[in-house]
């Protein structure tokens, strides 16, 4: 058999593979519970000026 010649076993194969649907993973959801915390960082004005300098370079 040469390389891409039409393999009907493996076709059939891959056909019942992709056509199975495995819907356990959607079964049971967790549920977290904590907070989320950001910092914000350096002002907007800070920021802007930082910038400037890097075009600059």
């Known amino acids: ?14 056909e019942k593979k992709t056509s199975e649907v495995d819907a356990d993973f959607d079964a049971e959801r967790p549920e977290y519970s904590g907070s989320l915390t950001y910092d914000s960082g350096d002002s907007t004005e800070a920021l802007l000026d930082k910038f400037e300098e890097l075009q600059g370079k």
Request: glycine share 8%; hydrophobic share 30%; net charge negative.
């Open 1 to 14: 058999m040469s390389i891409g010649a039409y393999d009907e076993a493996e076709h059939e194969r891959r």
